[in-house]
C-alpha cells in the first residue's frame, strides 16, 4: 500500500466511531423533532375540530 494512503487511513479509521455516533445523534434528533411536530400537529387538529363543532352549534 502506498505510504501516504497508510497514513491516511490510520488517521481516519481511528476517528470513525465518532463519526458513526455524530450521524447517529443527528438522526435521532431529527427523529425526535419529527415526532413531537406530528404529536403537536394532531393536537390542533383535535382542537380544531372541537373549535369548528363549538361554532357550528354556536351558529345553528
Known amino acids: 500500500m502506498n505510504p501516504i494512503l497508510a497514513d491516511i487511513y490510520s488517521t481516519v479509521i481511528p476517528s470513525a ?3 458513526i ?3 447517529a445523534i443527528v438522526w435521532v434528533a ?3 423533532y419529527v415526532i413531537m411536530t406530528v404529536r403537536g400537529l394532531k393536537k390542533t387538529e383535535a382542537q380544531m375540530a372541537l373549535l369548528e363543532e363549538a361554532v357550528k352549534n354556536k351558529l345553528s
Open 17 to 19: 466511531p465518532f463519526v
Open 21 to 23: 455516533a455524530a450521524y
Open 30 to 32: 431529527l427523529l425526535v
